[in-house]
C-alpha cells in the first residue's frame, strides 16, 4: 500500500492525509489566503497550510522506494 502523507487543511487546520503516488502538481496560491495546492488532475484540488518546500519535501520523501535488504 502507498504511504499516506499528513498535512493540515488550510480551511480548518483539521488533518487530511494524502497519497503521494497520485498527487500531480503541488503550487501556491496567493490569494485572499496564502495556501499551497496539492492538485489530483484536473478534477480535485486541496488547500493545504504547509510551505511549498515542506509539502514537496514530504511528498517525495513517501516516494522514495527503498531497497529490499538481502
Known amino acids: 500500500m502507498p504511504k499516506l502523507c499528513e498535512?493540515?487543511?488550510?480551511?480548518?487546520?483539521k488533518p487530511v492525509f494524502v497519497n503521494a503516488a497520485q498527487a500531480c502538481v503541488v503550487y501556491t496560491y496567493k490569494g485572499g489566503?496564502?495556501?499551497?495546492?496539492?492538485?489530483?488532475?484536473?478534477?480535485f484540488n486541496l488547500?493545504?497550510?504547509?510551505?511549498?518546500?515542506?509539502?514537496?519535501r514530504v511528498l517525495n520523501n513517501a516516494l522514495v522506494v527503498e531497497a529490499p535488504e538481502r
Open 7 to 13: 498535512f493540515k487543511s488550510a480551511i480548518d487546520a
Open 33 to 43: 489566503t496564502n495556501e499551497t495546492i496539492i492538485s489530483f488532475g484536473k478534477d
Open 47 to 56: 488547500g493545504v497550510s504547509e510551505s511549498l518546500e515542506e509539502v514537496v
